[in-house]
């Protein structure tokens, strides 16, 4: 039960979002100054302003289905409110939170930008970005990318809900297989192949194949087991696990032999390595001990340890088995102490490692002097993987007078490595035998280099910013930049077809890294078609920063679709181009409110004196039917961040002006001009704006003494 004061909050939380949804669906039929709007504001703020005396801030947590304030729902059965939290839900938006100082500029600014489609609010950043350039401090959001989206789904929506939401790994995976199996290509809607049914016909297609075709056959299979481990919605994980353990257990007996191998080398998780090796068959689990216990195979301690387990618990055994006892005949015992050769403590364990590891066990609790030992230690553990040592061991052997003979076989080995590396996301691996080559530069290491600039492993390494995310951004960045220019057009190819935005976003940000070669590779793409991949590539030159390319963006300033104009102007006000000027001020005398507002922001950019006096005569205007409020605001913030010095005396000759016909709107624009004033330099503006809260005229006043009050306070 809530506490009385969470109950008066949560009340006061459904009329705030009441009103909410009325005001919205007002401003979307009504300028932001008829008399309708202003009454319903008029009833927002003053529940605003009794939620405010109860707590500083309104906090919201944007759910598909509804608001929750405190951890409860607000009115879970309110179908308006649902429809409204999942509107603000596909902005992107995790939670909401209200200041006490919130402005009805703020407000309405705020559902204006929810109101429209959420493509528009994604193309600019997202809407987190859209309240920052339009100056909205007092409402913050806290935003989801799409793969957040998926994980509060599987939260929120319990079993229910997420085993509705369907994943596709084991489904391209398998008909990826089948594909392959059948010499043929399915169609996209085709469904994956039953995973039993899968195994017995690949069984029967490897029978006749190469052991090499084999080979790489369980390759893939293991490193998409590998991949598994990378997916964060656990159901998702769980599903695709199901049906790979599926798929290995009625796999041939060889092929579950050789698979397990596989496995037993890799690096998994306990929990991941647990949930799969769980889900093996009998017989499966059986195999594995005998190999282990009878030397035909290697199994990492842990590993064997589990199998056991699973076996004890499935009673597949006798209880006094050697194979789970650990004990039996000489021979086992003998077998088994070869085994575990490998895993000698006192041969394998560094001294000073081992006294620790002894001292720990002896201990009940930590000591500060251990803890600082133990971070000392910690500190020179390496990463040791056999793969990583076969690659560079490869890259020495070829770099010294490897023999002719073998140098095909060295080469493809390498490239076999290579390809597992950036299966596996392992970029720092890659990049280190890049730059061994670089230092090097034999004729076997340019060889090698050519291998690393290859399209396919280029292509492979690409993948990997899907495969992988952001977990991978950083190694992946300092990858491309060592490769260079070879994967400008393969990068350039991707960002056409790329739908996922941090993707896209990752993938110019490696452009931009490229140099000059990108601007001029980038300008001959202008000719595409598709306005979404004109606005990237517009985007692209702009901060790349080459003004000689200004002549291919001209032809853009009239391009039919308004997101590629707009991108157009910008790069070529960024250019310093006089025409994208003359086109800025040709949207500034614009009919069209919405063209003009977004003039007004593009006009950031420029220092044009024709600009500035277009902007100060927005400012001044004085309509008699129309103030053009959220314009005239805009046109501050721009003024402000152009020229603060230079716009001053227009914005004190607006402080100073009255307008009896929109006299509560021009109040307003006052407040936010001094507000603005705020964040210019004090030595120009810190005299007028104490002498104007010395004034005592009312609000004005009171928040020019909150903005001397802010600058005194940063500047001590």
């Not at 003998?334 to 394998?348: Q, S, W």
């Not at 000689?548 to 391009?559: E, N, Q």
């Not at 936010?672 to 330099?681: E, T």
Request: proline share 3%; glycine share 8%.
């Amino acid at each position: 039960m809530p506490t009385d004061d969470q109950a008066a909050r949560l009340a006061l939380a459904k009329n705030i979002l009441g009103i909410f949804c009325v005001l919205s669906s007002h401003l979307r039929i009504y300028q932001q100054g008829n008399q309708v709007v202003r009454v319903t504001m008029s009833r927002l703020m003053l529940q605003l302003e009794k939620f405010f005396a109860l707590s500083d801030n309104l906090d919201l947590v944007v759910a598909r289905h509804g608001f929750i304030h405190d951890g409860i729902f607000v009115d879970r059965a309110n179908a308006i409110f649902q429809k409204l939290a999942n509107h603000i839900f596909m902005h992107g938006v995790a939670s909401i939170k209200v200041h006490k100082s919130v402005s009805e500029f703020e407000i309405v600014t705020f559902l204006r930008l929810i109101g429209r489609k959420p493509a528009e609010t994604w193309d600019e950043g997202g809407l987190r970005e859209c309240l920052e350039v339009r100056r909205i401090d007092n409402i913050e959001v806290v935003e989801l990318t799409e793969h957040n989206f998926r994980l509060l789904d599987e939260g929120a929506g319990g079993e229910g809900g997420a085993a509705a939401e369907q994943s596709d790994l084991w489904d391209r995976f398998a008909l990826s297989i089948f594909q392959r199996q059948r010499g043929g290509t399915a169609p996209a809607s085709a469904a994956a192949p039953d995973p039993a049914e899968l195994a017995r016909e690949t069984s029967t297609y490897l029978e006749s194949q190469a052991s090499d075709d084999k080979q790489r056959f369980l390759r893939e299979v293991t490193n998409f087991l590998v991949s598994l481990q990378h997916e964060n919605i656990r159901i998702y994980r769980s599903k695709a696990l199901e049906k790979l353990t599926g798929f290995v257990n009625h796999l041939s007996p060889d092929l579950k032999r050789m698979f397990l191998r596989n496995v037993f080398n890799l690096n998994l998780r306990a929990d991941f390595a647990e949930g799969f090796f769980s889900a093996l068959s009998d017989d499966l689990i059986i195999d594995a001990l005998k190999s282990a216990a009878t030397g035909k195979s290697y199994v990492p301690p842990v590993v064997l340890n589990l199998l056991g387990k699973l076996a004890r618990n499935r009673e597949l055994l006798p209880a006094d088995s050697p194979l789970l006892r650990g004990e039996g005949s000489e021979e086992i015992e003998a077998k088994t102490r070869e085994l575990f050769k490998a895993d000698e403590f006192e041969k394998y364990v560094p001294e000073n490692y081992r006294n620790t590891l002894l001292q720990l066990l002896r201990s009940d609790k930590l000591e500060g002097g251990m803890v600082e030992g133990l971070a000392r230690l910690k500190a020179t553990l390496q990463d040791e993987r056999l793969e990583e040592h076969t690659g560079r061991v490869v890259v020495y052997i070829l770099g010294h007078d490897a023999d002719e003979r073998h140098l095909p076989g060295l080469f493809g080995t390498l490239k076999t490595r290579l390809e597992t590396y950036a299966d596996a996301g392992d970029y720092i691996a890659i990049n280190d035998i890049l730059q061994l080559c670089e230092e090097r530069g034999s004729v076997s290491d340019r060889a090698i280099m050519r291998i690393l600039a290859s399209p396919e492993l280029m292509t492979r390494i690409l993948g990997g910013a899907r495969n992988f995310g952001k977990e991978k951004f950083a190694s992946l960045r300092t990858l491309i930049a060592a490769v260079g220019y070879p994967f400008v057009e393969l990068i350039l190819d991707r960002l056409a077809n790329e739908n996922n935005r941090a993707v896209r976003y990752f993938y110019m940000e490696c452009l931009r890294g490229l140099g000059p070669v990108v601007a001029e590779r980038a300008g001959q793409r202008l000719t595409d078609g598709r306005w979404y991949y004109l606005r990237n590539l517009l985007f692209l030159l702009r901060e790349l920063g080459d003004p000689s390319l200004a002549g291919k963006v001209r032809p853009f300033f009239d391009h039919p679709h308004a997101k590629v104009r707009h991108e157009a102007i910008k790069t070529g006000l960024s250019f310093h181009d006089a025409a994208a000027q003359g086109v800025l001020l040709e949207q500034l005398e614009a009919e069209e409110a919405g063209a003009v507002t977004a003039a007004v922001i593009m006009a950031r950019m420029s220092r044009d004196r024709r600009v500035i006096a277009r902007l100060i005569a927005l400012l001044e205007e004085n309509k008699l039917f129309r103030y053009d409020l959220e314009l005239k605001r805009a046109v501050v913030t721009t003024l402000v961040e152009i020229d603060p010095e230079l716009v001053f005396p227009a914005l004190q000759r607006v402080l100073a002006s009255r307008n009896l016909l929109h006299a509560r709107q021009h109040a307003e624009l006052k407040v936010d001009i001094v507000k603005a004033l705020g964040r210019g330099n004090p030595e120009l503006v810190g005299e007028f704006l104490g002498r104007l809260a010395a004034s005592g005229k009312g609000d004005l006043a009171r928040v020019a003494g909150d903005v001397v009050a802010r600058m005194k306070g940063a500047s001590s």
